[in-house]
């Protein structure tokens, strides 16, 4: 099965100061790869997935970008951090190893902005 | 586009009595539909998850029931038990996970479970 992991855990950052948050996945191969961000006590916001290296759809306008420079990776990241850009945010792979995947989740980076 | 709405936001229930989740969803195209389970300061986990040729799916004391014509789906959680507290989250897509297709998930806004011992 597929084993997703991101890092760090916890951020506290500044606001002005850059970020990257990093995802790889472990036990599939050409995953699509997802960037959640989800508020406090509040539901998951998709912005970025990929289907395969360097391909990055963006679902909402916003101060982040995303990268993806191998298969298993993907970033996260922003040149001035917001206020707002504080959240806990989520990695999640699709697996295409057989018709039965599911989307599956990381355990999160929980980022505050200062 | 997709729209997934999930009642009720919070929920407390007896310890050994059964707690009942809904979602509605809009995208008549959608035919899947997860559940994921999250617990405080971690990722969701799936728990179960049902297809549009399914009406219902069972997993010991977890089921999901699936009403195409309405366009709603529920969890069932029977035998509720202190470790099933966690907010739940229902999700729909249009595209069951294939080697060929991207999905994207639309989420519900959760609902908080709290079993009272």
């Known amino acids: 099965s597929q084993t997703i992991h991101q890092w760090p855990a916890t951020l506290v950052q500044p606001v002005g100061s850059p970020l990257s948050l990093e995802c790889t996945v472990e036990?599939?191969?050409?995953?699509?790869l997802y960037w959640y961000r989800q508020a406090a006590g509040r539901g998951l916001q998709l912005l970025f997935y990929s289907v395969g290296i360097g391909q990055i759809s963006s679902e909402v306008p916003q101060n982040l970008s995303a990268s993806r420079p191998q298969d298993r990776q993907f970033i996260l990241s922003s040149k001035k951090l917001l206020l707002s850009d504080s959240g806990f945010y989520l990695c999640?792979?699709?697996?295409?190893?057989?018709?039965?995947?599911?989307?599956?989740f990381g355990p999160g980076t929980r980022l505050t902005v200062l | 586009g997709e729209n997934v709405e999930q009642h009720p936001s919070t929920l407390s229930v007896q310890e050994g009595d059964s707690a009942v989740i809904k979602c509605t969803y809009s995208?008549?195209?959608?035919?899947?539909f997860p559940w994921y389970k999250q617990e405080l300061g971690k990722g969701p986990q799936l728990i179960i998850d049902i297809r549009s040729n399914v009406g219902e799916k069972k997993d010991q004391r977890i089921a999901v029931t699936l009403n195409k014509t309405a366009k709603h789906f529920s969890l069932h959680i029977t035998e509720t038990q202190p470790e099933d507290s966690a907010v739940y989250f229902c999700?729909?897509?249009?595209?069951?996970?294939?080697?060929?297709?991207?999905?994207?998930?639309?989420f519900g806004t959760g609902t908080r479970l709290t079993i009272i011992p």
């Open positions: 999700a729909a897509s249009p595209n069951p996970p294939t080697n060929f297709g991207n999905e994207k998930l639309t």
């Open positions: 999640a792979s699709t697996g295409r190893l057989s018709f039965t995947d599911t989307q599956y």
């Open positions: 036990g599939t191969s050409n995953p699509n």
């Open positions: 995208d008549s195209a959608s035919n899947y």
